[in-house]
Each structure stands twice: as structure tokens, then as C-alpha cells.
């Protein structure tokens, strides 16, 4: 049995964790950090959780991390970094959702995140844990930076295509929508029911930081222009849809395309390729670990379409999490994490 921390439990992704974690046979939570939050039982912070035997939240810098063998950590970007290195000297393993440890190069991080890295050393070693394409950097990682959920939505729909050269290097553009948890439980303006209800807005445009994240992911496989990505707010609670338009290399059908994915993903208990006009929606993986693709046709020749979807707080963040954290200690990649969609 493994004992964890989770960072940030006060906050949506720690709480979604907390979640995961109190189902998952190999793990028990040794403590829980909050910061306004913090000294409160877990109940109090988040009802749902009442009734359940967790421990109370208490500030990082209180925590004793002797006996801690992980730490989740689901800080705010920039707000964890000297935290992540300290639990670092105490624990074998840090599993961080933010977007701190992502990009590789501390000189793109402070150009997109606006300060420079506090732990660029940190950076050399760490694994970036897009589960299906990380697994053999995974066993015994001891930093794993999480992809942020629209790079998780999109580089799942994208990578085996760019990886086998079915699509040109001239065109990728990213079509998103995220549920409102995906800002965090902060109280903003932007954020109130009235706000977001019956409608929908597009934010970040030209400019969303998952773009050059994206990129990075991108060049390792063999895409080396620059993509357009543009994220939209719709009001659902959970959930991620990421509709990404390519053109395909001479050679390539759609149906080629499709069966490329089907075999890619044909091991991967949390990704699931759609059969041939079958639309996945957001509605069937809400709660779950699952990825959904559908590729289509476009009515432009030799466009295709490929629509992702996945729950935010699940595979675009807690629950990809626990899946990486398995992996580095060689368990099977499901624990905890069996849980089918929520739906209606
Ligand atoms: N929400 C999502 O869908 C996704 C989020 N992520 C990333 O996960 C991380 C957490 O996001 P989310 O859970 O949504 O955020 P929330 O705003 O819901 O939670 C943030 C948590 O961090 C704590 N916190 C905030 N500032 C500090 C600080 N300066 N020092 C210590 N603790 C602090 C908060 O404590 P308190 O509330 O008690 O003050 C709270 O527990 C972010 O980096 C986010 O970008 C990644 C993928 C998806
Ligand atoms: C609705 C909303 O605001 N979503 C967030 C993305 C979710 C997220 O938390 O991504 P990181 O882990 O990279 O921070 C955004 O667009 O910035």
C-alpha cells in the first residue's frame, strides 16, 4: 500500500483525485493541502465527501511528508514549482496536474506562463505523461507532468496520424469546447451560472497557452508548423470536445485513418476509436478515464475530421494522473479507475 499527498485538494482536479484515490486498492491518502481552505475537514470544503474518514486540510508547508510516497499535486501554474522540488527530497514520486513541468525548455515557459522557472533542473528529467505515449518512460518516474486537457484532448486525435505521415505538415486546426470546472473553483464574474448559462464564447484566441504546448508534443512526432487552436466556453459542468481538421497525405483515406487508430489504440484500456459514423459525445465519458474518436470525412477531397472527447477532471487531468502514477510503479494501468461514463 502507497501512502499519498494530494496538493491542492480544496481545488476541483485535488478533489477529483481524492476521488479516484478513495476507490483505488494500492493507494490510501495520508494528507490533503489547501490554502484559504486550509485546517477544515474535507467535508466541510466539499460536501459530497462528507462521511468519508479523510484527513483535514492543512497548508503544504505544514505537512509532514515522512511517510508520504506520493504527492498529486494540483496547484495553480506557478504556484507549485518550489513545493514539487521540496516534496521532491521526501517522497518517491510527484505527479503534478499543472502546466509547470509541460513544456521542456524553461526559456519557452517563462515566454508563454510570463515568469521564468523557479526549478529549470527539474525539467531535464521529468516525463511528459500522455499515458498511450509515455508508458516505457514511465516506470520509475519520480516528476510526471500531466498534458494539460485540451493538449490531452487534441494530441490523442492527432499523434498516430502525424506519427505515420497520413496528414500534411500544412494544416491542423483545433476546434475546442471545455465544461466550466476547466477554469477551477475560484468565484470570477466570467464564471457565474448567469454568465456562462445559454451560451457560448470563444477565449484565448490566437493566443491560448495549450498552443505552444501542443506544438512541442507535435515536433516530436514529425509536425513541424505551426497550428491554430481556438478554445471555447460552453455551460456544461465536465467535459472536453476537441473537433481537429487535417488534410491527408497522398495515399491516406479516412477509413485508412481509421483503422491506423483502431490498431494504435488497440491495447489501450482508455481509448476508444469510434465505429465508422458513430459520433462520440461528451455526455458518455463524463466521470470516466475515457478518450473517444471518431474520424470522418470532410466534403472537402482529402480533408479529414477527427472529433475527440474526454471529461476535463478525469483523463484531462486527475484521472490520467492516477493512470501515470500506476505506471511508474509497474501496476496495471487500470487501478482505480474502472468507473464506466456517468450518463444520463
Ligand atoms: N480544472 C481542470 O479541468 C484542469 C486543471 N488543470 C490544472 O490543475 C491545477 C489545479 O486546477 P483546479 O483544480 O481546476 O484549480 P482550483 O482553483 O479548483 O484549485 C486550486 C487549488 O490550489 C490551491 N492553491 C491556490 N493557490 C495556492 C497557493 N498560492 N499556494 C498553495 N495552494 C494554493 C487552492 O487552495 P484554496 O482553494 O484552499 O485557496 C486549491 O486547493 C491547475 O494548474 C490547472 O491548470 C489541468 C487540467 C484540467
Ligand atoms: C475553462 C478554462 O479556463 N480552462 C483552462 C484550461 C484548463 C486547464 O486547467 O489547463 P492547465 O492545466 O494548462 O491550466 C484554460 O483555458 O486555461
Known amino acids: 500500500m502507497k501512502t499519498a499527498a494530494i496538493f491542492g485538494a480544496s481545488g476541483y482536479t485535488g478533489a477529483e483525485t481524492v476521488r479516484l ?13 489547501a490554502n484559504r481552505r486550509a485546517d477544515e475537514a474535507y467535508g466541510d470544503v466539499f460536501a459530497n465527501f462528507s462521511g468519508q474518514s479523510l484527513p483535514t486540510t492543512q497548508k503544504i508547508e ?6 508520504i510516497d506520493v ?22 514520486t510527484v505527479i503534478d496536474v499543472s502546466a509547470d513541468f509541460r513544456l521542456s525548455d524553461p526559456a519557452e515557459f517563462e515566454a508563454v506562463y510570463g515568469a521564468p522557472h523557479s526549478q529549470p533542473a527539474l525539467l531535464e528529467d521529468r516525463v511528459y505523461g500522455l499515458t498511450e505515449f509515455a508508458r516505457s518512460d514511465l516506470l520509475g518516474a519520480r516528476l510526471v507532468a500531466c498534458p ?4 490531452t484532448c487534441s494530441l490523442l486525435a492527432l499523434l498516430p496520424g502525424v506519427e505515420a505521415s497520413a496528414f500534411t505538415d500544412s494544416l491542423i486546426i483545433i476546434d475546442a469546447k471545455t465544461g466550466v470546472t476547466g477554469a477551477g473553483r475560484k468565484a470570477t464574474l466570467g464564471l457565474h451560472f448567469s454568465e456562462v448559462s445559454d451560451g457560448a464564447h470563444a477565449y484565448g484566441i490566437g493566443n491560448h497557452r495549450h498552443a505552444p504546448e501542443m506544438e512541442q508534443e507535435l515536433r516530436l512526432f514529425g509536425h513541424t508548423s505551426a497550428i491554430s487552436f481556438t478554445p471555447h466556453l460552453v455551460p456544461m459542468n465536465r467535459g ?10 497522398e495515399d491516406w483515406s479516412v477509413e485508412r485513418v481509421r483503422q491506423l487508430y483502431a ?5 489501450d484500456p482508455f481509448v476508444t476509436i469510434m465505429p465508422d459514423g458513430e459520433v462520440p459525445q461528451t455526455r458518455h465519458v463524463r466521470g470516466s478515464n475515457e478518450a473517444r ?3 470522418f470525412a470532410d466534403r472537402v477531397p482529402g480533408r479529414a475530421i477527427i472529433v475527440s472527447v474526454i471529461d476535463n477532471l478525469t483523463k484531462g487531468s486527475s484521472g490520467q494522473a492516477v493512470q501515470n502514477y500506476n505506471l511508474t510503479q509497474g501496476w496495471t494501468e487500470t ?7 456517468l450518463f444520463p
Open 21 to 33: 484515490l478513495l476507490g483505488h486498492p494500492e493507494i490510501e491518502i495520508g494528507a490533503l493541502s
Open 62 to 67: 505544514d505537512i509532514d511528508l515522512t511517510g
Open 71 to 92: 504527492v498529486f499535486s494540483c496547484l495553480p501554474h506557478s504556484t507549485g514549482q518550489a513545493a514539487i522540488a521540496t516534496a521532491l527530497d521526501h517522497v518517491d
Open 148 to 151: 494539460g486537457c485540451f493538449p
Open 240 to 249: 472536453m470536445i476537441a473537433t481537429c481538421y487535417v488534410e491527408l497525405t
Open 263 to 267: 490498431e494504435r489504440y488497440s491495447a
Open 293 to 295: 474518436i471518431g474520424i
Open 335 to 341: 487501478l482505480g479507475l474502472g468507473a464506466t461514463g
